[in-house]
């Protein structure tokens, strides 16, 4: 069953899939305050999606709590973060980047846009990812075209494998044929994934 979350809870959990971590590293991962955070992380405690336990400091500090998602989807993210970073590892960033490129090309190979006009293309391609668990819209603004991506299913594993994000923008360009010039990156803190068309 597909969870219903606000943005920033699904985020949160997105972040606890792929390793626990303390109030205070949630805040700084997501550009809130600390309390905000720990808002939402009670209220995902409450729902059963996430567990806590206060863990002692090695030496003077003070005990911390840390949080862990207990949700379906949390082995999975794991592993999907583990499995990166032994690739990256043991193949090096530039074939993670190139393996992940081939899976696009795989997962993108039944949409055939080569004959279509740009516009359109780009349509397409939107709706896609929309179907992939995106929010992508195409967006015109002087004269220029750009896909922006305000919501993206992998986001907490790209903050800690910018592979995924490379891999996803020469997809994109072989896709439409054209060079992108990526001018703002959900991972980074932007407020969308977003690509102009060059």
Known sequence: ??????????????????????????????????????RHLQDLEARGLVRSEVRRCPGRGRPHRVY??????????????????GLERALGREAVVALLLERNRALFAPLRLEALPLKERLLRLALFLKEQGYEAEVVEEGGRLYLCQRRCPKLALSREHAALCESELLAYQELLGLPLVREERLAEGGSCCRYRIE
């Open 68 to 85: 862990r998602a207990q949700d379906q989807g949390a082995p999975y993210a794991a592993l999907c973060g583990d499995v990166l970073k």
């Open 1 to 38: 069953m597909a969870l219903l979350l606000e943005g920033t809870k699904e985020r949160v959990l997105d972040l606890l899939r792929l390793r626990p971590r303390t109030a205070k590293e949630v805040a700084e991962a997501l550009g809130v305050s600390r309390a905000a955070a720990q």
